[in-house]
């Protein structure tokens, strides 16, 4: 998901009009999520819900 993320951010900045990105989470079931990254396309991610509370950084 952060990849694809990282894709969306990137492909928005080369873009040579307006962009928005809109990205929701909701529970789909016990300890899950469902992350939609929406800018025009649609990318559905569902994931466990025990993630690190902190950010992940890339080096």
């Known amino acids: 998901m ?3 993320l990282e ?3 990137e492909d928005l ?3 040579s009009g307006f962009g928005e990105i809109r990205i929701s989470m909701r529970w789909v079931s016990r300890g899950r999520k469902e992350v ?3 800018y025009g396309k649609e990318f559905r991610f ?3 819900a025990a993630l ?3 950010p ?3 080096p």
């Open 7 to 9: 894709d969306v951010v």
């Open 52 to 54: 690190p509370a902190e």
């Open 56 to 58: 992940v950084s890339n």
């Open 13 to 15: 900045l080369r873009h």
């Open 46 to 48: 569902v994931l466990d």
């Open 2 to 4: 952060w990849l694809k």
């Open 36 to 38: 939609i990254i929406s």
